[in-house]
């Protein structure tokens, strides 16, 4: 089963970038999406930014500002995050998804604060 595991998270004020990686244990070409989510406290989890082979999507919330990409050649799944707000404080999980299967990475915490 493939591993993924996230980093690229901290503190970062607001107005400020940072970029996420998740990394994949085997050959990311073949799922056929793979994205980002994200949950604050007490909130429901919810979407950032999903990527196929035909197109790409993202939340309302953070377009313009996030950008997802990949790497086939180093299996890694990127987001970069500029222009980050307050409100875009969560833990930012990666999955991968081979229908009807779909893995999740651990989660890296991402917190924007002055």
């Known amino acids: 089963q493939v591993q993924l595991v996230e980093s690229g998270g901290g503190l970062v004020q607001p107005g400020g970038s940072l970029r996420l990686s998740c990394a994949a244990s085997?050959?990311?070409?073949?799922?056929?999406?793979m994205g980002w989510y994200r949950q604050a406290p007490g909130k429901q989890r919810e979407l950032v930014a999903s990527?196929?082979?035909?197109?790409?999507i993202y939340a309302d919330s953070v377009k313009g500002r996030f950008t997802i990409s990949k790497d086939n050649a180093k299996n890694t799944l990127y987001l970069q995050m500029n222009s980050l707000k307050p409100e875009d404080t969560a833990v930012y999980s990666c999955?991968?998804?081979?229908?009807?299967?779909?893995?999740w990475g651990q989660g890296t915490q991402v917190t924007v604060s002055s």
């Open positions: 990527i196929t082979n035909e197109r790409i």
């Open positions: 999955t991968a998804a081979r229908p009807p299967y779909t893995t």
């Open positions: 085997e050959n990311i070409f073949s799922f056929y999406a």
